[in-house]
């Protein structure tokens, strides 16, 4: 008599299906997660967010059994999207971490999220992580006490704000930008600006352009000199001693005139003119 052919990992069963969130800024990584998800056979994606200010309207509207929660994302990362659920006293889901670095997974633990996974995701991974999450659903813990909700909020608050200590920035005063498939090292004094484009942050310096390999402007400036860099723009940051010109705009609006080689115009946001005008007695 023949074996019997082993189960398919992801073979659809009887159990019931789990409805979910996908919460990522990469394209890419959502439609990744979603195809894979809806080969488990069980798992219903509700819907898709794209930063940390959808995650949580999402959640709210949603209530969804388990949530798939980029780290890094632009306005709200992950973990200050857990911060706001628990202010504003929205039920949580299940939480599973998606990240490119695992750094993270310790603290994704710390927050009792479900699992995390590390991109590009791995087919048996995220079948691994939907048991896990099935399996806390079925046999939920203890509801925490005030106390320890007081205790994982102060966590929050404690891991949610990056450190803007110099042992968080480059010690060498060096920053990496890939130019024509090189990584070169420039120093932080020939940076002019940086500016974000979907997804994507540009460098220029004194005779280079190329990209930052961070995936935000704030992961760049927490690396970079708060006495020399401003972010005059939530597009841009700009070094203040290569500010060629400030010009005058529309309706007491400015933009910086920049001393590279294009002369590069940059907007200053309306929440950023005060600033402006204390750097330089306007």
């Not at 967010?49 to 992950?78: K, S």
């Not at 102060?154 to 090189?182: C, D, F, H, Y």
Request: hydrophobic share 45%; with cysteine; aromatic share 6%.
């Amino acid at each position: 008599m023949p074996a019997a052919s082993p189960v398919p990992p992801f073979a659809s069963s009887s159990v019931a299906t789990l409805t979910a969130l996908i919460i990522d800024d990469e394209p890419l990584a959502r439609q990744e997660l979603l195809y894979l998800l809806e080969k488990t056979g069980d798992v219903e994606v509700l819907a898709q967010g794209t930063n940390g200010i959808e995650a949580v309207d999402l959640i709210r509207t949603h209530q969804p059994d388990l949530v798939f929660l980029d780290v890094q994302m632009p306005g709200l990362d992950g973990f200050a999207v857990i911060k706001k659920l628990l202010d504003k006293k929205i039920k949580l889901p299940q939480v599973v971490f998606a990240t490119a670095f695992d750094q993270y997974a310790v603290r994704a633990f710390e927050v009792n999220a479900v699992d995390y996974l590390l991109k590009p995701f791995d087919r048996s991974r995220v079948h691994k992580t939907i048991e896990k999450a099935r399996a806390r659903i079925a046999a939920p813990v203890e509801s925490a006490s005030d106390a320890k909700l007081d205790a994982l909020l102060k966590l929050m608050a404690e891991q949610v704000q990056p450190s803007r200590t110099p042992a968080s920035r480059s010690q060498t005063g060096k920053i990496v930008v890939r130019a024509q498939n090189r990584l070169l090292l420039v120093d932080q004094r020939e940076i002019c600006f940086a500016s974000i484009d979907e997804g994507a942050i540009s460098v220029v310096a004194a005779g280079i352009e190329g990209q930052s390999n961070c995936r935000t402007l704030e992961e760049l400036i927490d690396q970079l000199d708060p006495n020399a860099f401003w972010r005059a723009h939530r597009s841009f940051v700009v070094n203040i001693q290569h500010i060629r010109e400030v010009v005058p705009w529309f309706k007491s609006s400015y933009q910086l005139r920049m001393d590279d080689a294009k002369k590069t115009e940059i907007p200053v946001s309306r929440s950023q003119t005060k600033r402006l005008r204390e750097l330089f007695n306007l």
